[in-house]
């Protein structure tokens, strides 16, 4: 089964660790990063979707960024 995630941070370091971090954890790229500015709060935020193939069926219960 493939599950997905959609990774999002402000635009620092810290978002790039955390993509890096899923990749290393066996998680692909999906599609195109995204970029947009956050008028509530004043910061440009990125965002990346990841999908991993896993063992097992699906559940709504599933803690994806356990996986």
């Not at 620092?12 to 290393?24: G, P, Q, R, Y």
Request: aromatic residues 10%; charged residues 25%.
């Amino acid at each position: 089964m493939k599950i997905y995630r959609f990774l999002s941070e402000d635009d620092s370091s810290k978002f790039c660790h955390k993509v890096t971090e899923a990749l290393s954890k066996g998680w692909e790229l999906y599609g195109n990063p995204t970029y947009a500015h956050d008028a509530t709060v004043g910061v440009m935020r990125c965002g990346q979707a990841v999908v991993k193939e896993v063992a097992g069926e699906y559940s709504p219960e599933m803690k994806l960024g356990a996986q």
